[in-house]
């Protein structure tokens, strides 16, 4: 199971450090960058997922907004990537075995 966690910070005062704040908590709780303002957590199970959550909703700035999913591996699975090459963390992890990437030119990666 994976958690999605997709920021959306706003320009009022003290937000900035508060987002620095959270990404910092983000970084040591284990979620990777996925993506600009997008991070990524593996959890084992659903009772994993919540207890994360939770601690998510416990240390979140009160501004901007902050949006939370929770995939299962199959729906994480059926994600299709449209670029032409192979992200960097795609690469060392070996991701190509759990999501399917496509060139946008249609030819399936091999």
């Known amino acids: 199971m994976r958690i999605l966690v997709m920021l959306n910070p706003t320009n009022k ?19 990777v960058l996925w993506g600009p ?9 659903r009772k994993s997922a919540d207890t994360h959550i939770r601690r998510l909703q416990a240390t979140h700035p009160d501004t901007g907004m902050i949006r939370v999913l929770r995939l299962t591996e199959k729906q994480f699975s059926s994600m299709l990537s449209l670029t032409e090459t192979i992200d960097f963390q795609e690469e060392i992890v070996g991701a190509k075995e759990i999501v399917q990437v496509y060139f946008y030119k249609g030819r399936k990666m091999e």
Request: aromatic share 18%.
């Open 37 to 45: 303002e997008i991070y990524m957590r593996v959890v084992t199970n």
């Open 13 to 31: 005062r003290g937000t900035k450090t508060a987002y620095t704040a959270f990404r910092k908590f983000l970084a040591s709780d284990g979620y």
